[in-house]
Nanobody, 119 residues
Framework: QVQLVESGGGLVQPGGSLRLSCVAS????????MGWYRQAPGKQRELVAT??????NYADSVKGRFTISRDNAKNTVYLRMNSLKPEDTAVYYC??????????????WGQGTQVTVSS
């Protein structure tokens, strides 16, 4: 039973910072990639950042402000968010492309954590 659990969301003022965490647990054989996506009401889910080994990829809207990192020993991915803007307000979802024991690679999702940027 594979699970992804996010934490670290909350309410911050514009210009503030947050760090999101996501832990993958269960019968996992290997993890290929991990990443963060976000979705606001009435909008489609969009990619924020991904990491494969040491290679990272960011949406243009967050480059220079967000940093993704990964602790392979703990099956954990982090997203450090600085200089937050109101348009960053969304539910942030953790994603992992992984292979459970006895199965092939597939994408798994957490339930999301709310980030609200407002004065």
């Amino acid at each position: 039973q594979v699970q992804l659990v996010e934490s670290g969301g909350g309410l911050v003022q514009p210009g503030g910072s947050l760090r999101l965490s996501c832990v993958a647990s269960g019968s996992i054989f290997a993890i290929n990639a991990m990443g963060w996506y976000r979705q606001a009401p009435g909008k489609q889910r969009e990619l924020v950042a991904t990491i494969i080994s040491g290679e990272t990829n960011y949406a243009d809207s967050v480059k220079g402000r967000f940093t993704i990192s990964r602790d392979n020993a703990k099956n954990t991915v982090y997203l450090r968010m600085n200089s937050l803007k109101p348009e960053d307000t969304a539910v942030y979802y953790c994603n992992a492309n992984l292979r459970p024991y006895g199965l092939g690679y597939d994408d798994y999702w957490g339930q999301g954590t709310q980030v609200t940027v407002s004065s």
